[in-house]
C-alpha cells in the first residue's frame, strides 16, 4: 500500500510569489491535515480537509489556503509569500472520524528567497 | 539532512539501555495521543498511540505511558539501538477530529 506522497519535495519561491503544494493521502484515507515545521516554531497545524470540506483551522493568516478533491487528494497554497514562510510542509492522511492513526507523507520543503 | 530542530533537549544513551522520554501535554480535554519517530529530512513516522480511556500501552521494544492526573506522556524504548537516534515528538488530539498539537521534540541520541 503506498504511503503519503508529497510533491515536490524540494521548492524555491521569492517573496510575493504563491505557491501550490499537493498530498496525495493513503488509498481509502479521507482526511487530510497540513502542518508546518521550522525549528523555531515546530510543528504546527494549519487545517484539515474532509469529504472536500475544511473540518479545522489552526492559527495562521489567510494567505495559506487549502482544498480537497473527490478523490481526496489535497493542495495548500500560500499567496504572497514572506521569507517567514519557508519551512518544511506536512501532509498527514488518515481514514476519518477520531482518533484514528494519522501518517505523514515526506514533506515539501519550502525556500523563500 | 535538514535540521528538525535547532535547539531540542538531547537525551544520550548507550546502545542496549532503555531510554524514557518524557513530554507534558497541554489540553485537559485531549483524548487520544501519538509517539512519533521523525529522522533527518523524514516527515513523522508513528510509533504509538494511546487513549485516554487507558494508563499504559505496549509495543515491539515501546511502552508508552498516560497520566492524566499531571498531564504526562513518557515512551519508553527498550534495548535502545543506533536505528532509535532521532527526534521524537509527543502529539495530542484535543478532540477536534484530526488537529493534533505537537509537543517540541526530544532529539534522542544512541551512542555505541
Same mark, same amino acid.
Given at each position: 500500500?503506498? *504511503? ?11 517573496? *510575493? ?40 483551522? $489552526?492559527?495562521?493568516? $489567510?494567505?495559506?489556503? $487549502? ?29 476519518? $472520524? ?6 505523514? *507523507? ?8 | %539532512?535538514? /535540521?528538525? %530542530?535547532?535547539? &531540542? ?6 546502545? %542496549?539501555?532503555? /531510554? ?7 489540553? /485537559? ?7 512519533? =519517530?521523525?529522522? /533527518? ?17 505496549? %509495543?515491539?521494544?515501546?511502552?508508552? &505511558? &498516560?497520566? =492524566?492526573?499531571?498531564?504526562? &506522556?513518557s515512551l519508553q524504548i527498550a534495548a535502545t539501538q543506533p536505528g532509535d537516534s532521532a527526534v521524537y515528538f509527543c502529539a495530542e488530539?484535543?478532540g477536534g477530529y484530526n488537529k493534533l498539537i505537537f509537543g517540541a521534540g526530544t532529539r534522542l541520541a544512541v551512542h555505541p
Amino acid at each position: 500500500k503506498a *504511503g503519503v506522497t508529497q510533491t515536490p519535495r524540494y521548492l524555491i519561491k521569492t517573496r *510575493g510569489q504563491q505557491v501550490t503544494l499537493s498530498c496525495s493521502p493513503i488509498s481509502g484515507h479521507r482526511s487530510v491535515s497540513w502542518y508546518q515545521q521550522t525549528p523555531g516554531q515546530g510543528l504546527q497545524f494549519l487545517f484539515e480537509y474532509f469529504s472536500e470540506t475544511q473540518r479545522n483551522k $489552526g492559527n495562521f493568516p $489567510g494567505r495559506f489556503s $487549502g482544498r480537497q478533491f473527490s478523490n481526496s487528494r489535497s493542495e495548500m497554497n500560500v499567496s504572497t509569500l514572506e521569507l517567514g514562510d519557508s519551512a518544511l510542509y506536512l501532509c498527514a492522511s488518515s481514514l476519518s $472520524g477520531r482518533n484514528t492513526e494519522a501518517f505523514f *507523507g515526506q514533506g515539501t520543503r519550502l525556500t523563500v528567497v | %539532512g535538514e /535540521s528538525v %530542530g535547532l535547539h &531540542l533537549p538531547t537525551l544520550s544513551v548507550q546502545e %542496549g539501555d532503555n /531510554s524514557i522520554i518524557n513530554c507534558a501535554y497541554s489540553n /485537559s480535554a485531549s483524548d487520544y495521543f501519538i509517539w512519533y =519517530k521523525q529522522e /533527518s529530512g523524514k516527515g513523522p513516522q508513528f510509533i504509538i498511540d494511546i487513549r485516554s480511556n487507558m494508563d499504559k500501552r505496549q %509495543g515491539q521494544r515501546v511502552t508508552v &505511558l &498516560l497520566n =492524566k492526573t499531571v498531564k504526562h &506522556l513518557s515512551l519508553q524504548i527498550a534495548a535502545t539501538q543506533p536505528g532509535d537516534s532521532a527526534v521524537y515528538f509527543c502529539a495530542e488530539r484535543p478532540g477536534g477530529y484530526n488537529k493534533l498539537i505537537f509537543g517540541a521534540g526530544t532529539r534522542l541520541a544512541v551512542h555505541p
